[in-house]
């Protein structure tokens, strides 16, 4: 049986943030795209500092309400951003910036956006202005390591995913369809 429940009452935006050292903040937020898809709402999901085509990206393809796009070129886990990827990701930033204001997307998620701002591939002033001026109609979910305090302070949620116990520190490799 399905229940149906009102949308948020006050009418005000959310914004929520997945953050912490732990696995899963993305596979979060992809459920939560999923769950509104199939409210029937447009999600966007807009990935920074990731540029692989993830096994996660072509089951998204497939659901008619999510739309993807991605600003970044690779992930920095053993290595420093360069120039092309501050470009790539500011011009992220903008995009994200359009995409809102058309408003076409009931969900927006940034994916790995605090790792974007701790990185300085983008300022936290122009994430700040976003979320400032994300309407009310939109649920904008913020993903990533080290969210920056200011970023906390705006938000209406943040769940914290710690890790306390990871296979990677007994020296299992990532593997295709677990991690990406």
């Known amino acids: 049986m399905c229940f149906r429940f009102n949308e948020l009452e006050g009418g005000g935006r959310v ?9 899963g903040k993305t596979t979060a937020a992809i459920g939560l795209a999923i769950r509104a898809a199939g409210a029937g709402f447009n999600v966007y999901i807009g990935q920074f500092a990731k540029g692989k085509c993830y096994n996660e990206i072509k089951a998204l393809k497939k659901i008619g309400k999510i739309k993807v796009e991605q600003f970044g070129r690779r992930c920095f886990i053993k290595s420093s951003p360069e120039k092309i990827d501050v470009q790539m990701a500011l011009s992220g930033l903008k995009r994200v910036n359009e ?3 058309a408003g076409k997307y009931r969900v927006v998620i940034l994916d790995e956006i605090n790792i974007a701002v701790k990185l300085k591939l983008i300022p936290l002033k122009g994430l700040m202005e976003l979320i400032k001026h994300t ?3 939109i649920e904008l979910v ?3 390591r080290y969210a920056h305090p200011k970023i906390k302070q705006s938000a ?21 369809g677990i991690e990406f």
Request: net charge positive; charged share 30%; glycine share 12%.
């Open 15 to 23: 914004i929520q943030v997945y953050t912490g050292n732990g696995k």
């Open 142 to 144: 913020l993903t990533g």
């Open 135 to 137: 309407p009310g109609n």
């Open 156 to 176: 209406d949620l943040i769940s914290e995913v710690k890790e306390r116990k990871h296979y990677y520190a007994k020296g299992v490799k990532a593997r295709r």
């Open 99 to 101: 995409i809102i204001s």
